[in-house]
Structure formats: C-alpha cells, structure tokens
T-cell receptor, first 113, second 111 residues
Framework: DVKVTQSSRYLVKRTGEKVFLECVQD?????MFWYRQDPGLGLRLIYF???????EKGDIPEGYSVSREKKERFSLILESASTNQTSMYLC????????????FGPGTRLTVL | DAKTTQPPSMDCAEGRAANLPCNHS???????VYWYRQIHSQGPQYIIH???NNETNEMASLIITEDRKSSTLILPHATLRDTAVYYC????????????FGAGTRLTVKP
C-alpha cells in the first residue's frame, strides 16, 4: 500500500514564526502536491512538484514556498506565519509506472495564533 | 474557471443506490473523468476514473454520457460510511500536471 505521511497531525504556531510542514511518500512517486482546505472553499492547490528540485505554483502560492531535495520528501514552508494561514494542509503524491492515482496524507491542522 | 459542476449536497437512504451527477461540458477529447471522496477528517481517496466507456470497480460504477459532457457516479448500496464529500475532476492522465478539486458534493447517507 502507498503511504503518504505528514510530520504532524496538529500544529500550533505564533504569528511571524517560520513553519515547516513535511511530507514523505514511500512509493517512488514523481509528483507531489500541497493543498490547503478551508470550510466552504474546498481543496486549493498551493504548490506541486513533478521531480526533484522542480516546483510549480498552484492557485494560491502567496505566502508559501516549497522544497523538494529528495524524491520522497516535499516540504511546505511558511516563511512568516499569519493567522489567515490557519487551515488544514494536505499533501499528496502521484505517479509511478502504470498508475495515475493520487494518494493523500492524513493532513496537518495548523493553527496560527 | 471550473471544469466541472456538481450539486453542493445530496441525501441518500442507507441501502439504496446513490447517484452523484457531474457536468463537464467543456471536456476535451483526451481528458478523463476522475472521482475522489473525502470522509470527514481524512485525506481524499481515489474511487474510479474513465474516458468514455462505463467503468465499475469494487467501490462504485461510473457512467459517462455518449457526448462525454456529463457523468454519474453510482454507489450501488450506500452505507453510513459512504457519507463524504465526492469530487469529480477532469484531467489528462499521466501528465506532469496538477489535479484540481472543486467544492464537490456532500453526500449524506441516512439510516
């Protein structure tokens, strides 16, 4: 079974802090994604990466950056957290020979105070 | 610029078939229809996908109209555990591209 893990299930940070959200997948997938999910707004794509050291902006990249130094790991960085970044963050991976299914992690609920 | 349109919510009686519609009138010839669902407090889960023929797996059936402008996801015997938000997505598979989720349909299965 494909496993996508996220470093924390719940996280509380203060305004202005630098926040790292880590995502690891164990299936050698090329593509990895970061979404945020807010009530009434559905899942919105922040950034995605289709290879090591590659990244593409999604719909709402402002205030975020990402890092993909190794194939299995995709990090989301909030350089200076703000209260409007309080949200559920979901990581996903996709790819592999003959498979186009996207697998999601359990999510990190981030609260910025 | 939504590619799909789904009703915001639907109810279904336990044990009955749940039929979830999706409109994708601007779908292009090489785009597939994908369905995912998200149970409360979990990440979305893949259900099924198809191009133009009807598809069935252990979870659901997918019926795509002949003109491919709409589709229906069918859960043949809905259970309470099928209560979730269901997302319909169109995209070209096996590309290095993103997968964008709309608001989906919140299905509530009632006893």
């Amino acid at each position: 079974d494909v496993k996508v893990t996220q470093s924390s299930r719940y996280l509380v940070k203060r305004t202005g802090e630098k926040v790292f959200l880590e995502c690891v997948q164990d299936m050698d997938h090329e593509n990895m994604f970061w979404y945020r999910q807010d009530p009434g707004l559905g899942l919105r794509l922040i950034y995605f990466s289709y290879d090591v050291k590659m990244k593409e902006k999604g719909d709402i990249p402002e205030g975020y950056s990402v890092s993909r130094e190794k194939k299995e790991r995709f990090s989301l960085i909030l350089e200076s957290a703000s209260t409007n970044q309080t949200s559920m963050y979901l990581c996903a991976s996709r790819g592999g020979k003959g498979s186009d299914t996207q697998y999601f992690g359990p999510g990190t609920r981030l609260t910025v105070l | 610029d939504a590619k799909t349109t789904q009703p915001p919510s639907m109810d279904c009686a336990e044990g009955r078939a749940a039929n979830l519609p999706c409109n994708h009138s601007t779908i292009s010839g090489n785009e597939y229809v994908y369905w995912y669902r998200q149970i409360h407090s979990q990440g979305p889960q893949y259900i099924i996908h198809g191009l133009k023929n009807n598809e069935t797996n252990e979870m659901a059936s997918l019926i795509i109209t002949e003109d491919r402008k709409s589709s229906t996801l069918i859960l043949p015997h809905a259970t309470l555990r099928d209560t979730a938000v269901y997302y319909c997505i169109v995209r070209v598979p096996y590309n290095n591209n993103d997968m964008r989720f709309g608001a989906g349909t919140r299905l509530t299965v009632k006893p």
